[in-house]
């Protein structure tokens, strides 16, 4: 699963989704890991992709140092993909906290953050 890293972790949760059509990783509610090499990423908990989009969406929720994940922070929303588009997607942690209440949804944060 992590290409034989001793990784310390307490737990791991893996996601496959399988969609009808092609998908990606929209947003998440939590921190999202993209490198496992340090253990100050791993140690703190949060998604990790193998694979964002496409046919099949690989996802590990790593737990880090802790034992209970609050459910919200499982969330994860998944979009249509067309295959040639970017993929990008956004954690909640990217939008500052005076700025949450002022966007009617992660697309219009999405929509406002790439000009």
Known sequence: M????N???NSVIHLVVIPSEPAKIDT???H???DLTTLENISKRGWFFSSPAGNSIDAKFLFGQSKVIPQDELR???GPWDGNSELSFYSV????QNE????QSMEDFGKKNRR
Do not use: M
Request: charged share 35%; net charge negative; proline share 8%.
């Open 7 to 9: 990784v310390p972790l």
């Open 93 to 96: 942690e990217d939008i500052p």
């Open 32 to 34: 999202a890991i993209t």
């Open 28 to 30: 998440i509610a939590t």
């Open 76 to 78: 994860v929303e998944i």
């Open 100 to 103: 949450k209440e002022e966007y």
């Open 2 to 5: 992590f290409d034989g890293r």
